[in-house]
């Protein structure tokens, strides 16, 4: 079903340029320092996704990390990125103490890099997750979805990385491969980056379509309403869990309570200082707040992934069918070690 969307501002080299400057005078507080903080009294390091580039993000989160430094009596330092990829590897290398995470990568910590789940955020709408679109020009040549699929070789993309569950796995599962199309090789073109360059990448005609989420999209609509009046959704998901707060494990036995505690009360009563969260929840894609949540709520991600991959085997070419059998059974291994993972949480 089409929807009219809105707009945008500066051009989007003029503002990669700005960006870029902001960062490198802030220098040392933005980059990856050298090991993970969890065994000494130093400071803490907090991972954040870039969701509308990684000065925005950090400056986003500023008043979560200062309260949770407070709660756990350690300096909270940022680590903020520009790729789900550099993300992994700042987890992997232990450069991430407590980070906000979604999808695969949130799997992946808990399954892979020895983290938990702290808490969940939830959006004032009450959905327990949003959901993944596709979206087009309002005035562009695109008229609805068929025109996408049903045109290979013609169009321009701009989509997430592979990590981003509403940027790639999620239209690759519902929408691509029930069609027995490849998402790689149907578009002239593909340009990979974060949510909010792929909308405005859309709305200047760099690209002639572009993924994201309804998430994504309304923090877009407040910081671009221009160019956000250009764009059009004709194609959304099911719902997908929302993102999460997590933790390394060798400090969830004095900081996973405490951190459960503030987070959720954050934003929640009549103070001033109350009031002031609440406004910092509005900047981070209009969030209600945070709800204590252990690893059973990536459960949904387990499905998600385990389906995609099953997806993709039984749609691939194989050099013999006892291949693809075998894959398909390292595939459902995998899915029950994750499970084993994830219905023992701390």
């Keep these: 079903m089409n929807q009219p969307l809105g707009a945008i501002p500066a051009p989007l080299r003029r503002r990669r340029l700005l960006a870029a400057a902001a960062l490198g005078m802030l220098g040392?507080?933005?980059?990856?320092?050298?090991?993970g903080a969890a065994a000494s009294e130093g400071p803490l390091f907090f991972g954040v996704l870039p969701l509308g580039?990684?000065?925005q993000s950090r400056m986003d989160w500023q008043s979560v990390m200062d309260g949770l430094g407070h709660i756990c009596q350690r300096p909270m330092v940022a680590v903020s990125v520009t790729s789900y990829d550099s993300m992994e590897q700042a987890i992997?290398?232990?450069?991430?103490?407590?980070a906000f995470l979604s999808g695969r990568l949130a799997l992946e910590a808990t399954t892979e890099y020895d983290m938990t789940v702290m808490a969940q955020v939830t959006r004032h709408d009450g959905l327990p997750g949003y959901r993944s679109v596709l979206l087009v020009r309002a005035n562009g040549p695109i008229r609805d979805l068929e025109d996408v699929l049903g045109q290979p070789n013609r169009w321009r993309i701009?989509?997430?990385?592979?990590q981003s569950v509403s940027g790639y796995v999620v239209p690759q599962l519902e929408l691509f491969l029930p069609r027995h199309i490849k998402l790689e090789s149907h578009f002239t073109q593909e340009q990979i980056d974060t949510h909010e360059a792929n909308y405005l990448a859309l709305a200047n005609g760099e690209v002639d379509v572009c993924t994201g989420n309804t998430a994504d999209i309304e923090r877009f609509s407040t910081h671009f309403p221009v160019e956000f009046s250009r764009l059009r959704i004709i194609w959304q998901s099911e719902l997908i869990p929302h993102g999460v707060i997590m933790i390394r494990r060798s400090l969830a036995a004095s900081m996973l309570e405490p951190g459960r505690t503030f987070l959720a009360g954050y934003g929640k009563g009549d103070t001033p200082e109350a009031g002031s969260q609440r406004a910092?929840?509005?900047?981070?894609?209009n969030l209600a707040g945070f709800l204590p949540a252990d690893n059973r709520s990536l459960l949904p991600i387990v499905q998600i992934e385990y389906h995609l991959a099953r997806e993709s085997a039984l749609n691939g070419q194989w050099v013999s069918e006892?291949?693809?059998?075998?894959r398909l059974q390292r595939i459902e291994?995998?899915?029950q070690a994750r499970l084993g993972i994830l219905n023992h949480p701390l």
């Design 322 to 326: 006892q291949a693809r059998q075998a």
């Design 53 to 55: 580039g990684p000065l």
């Design 280 to 285: 910092v929840l509005q900047r981070l894609h």
């Design 333 to 335: 291994e995998q899915r």
């Design 28 to 35: 040392p507080a933005l980059a990856f320092p050298g090991r």
């Design 158 to 162: 701009a989509r997430g990385e592979r």
């Design 92 to 98: 992997r290398g232990g450069r991430v103490d407590i």
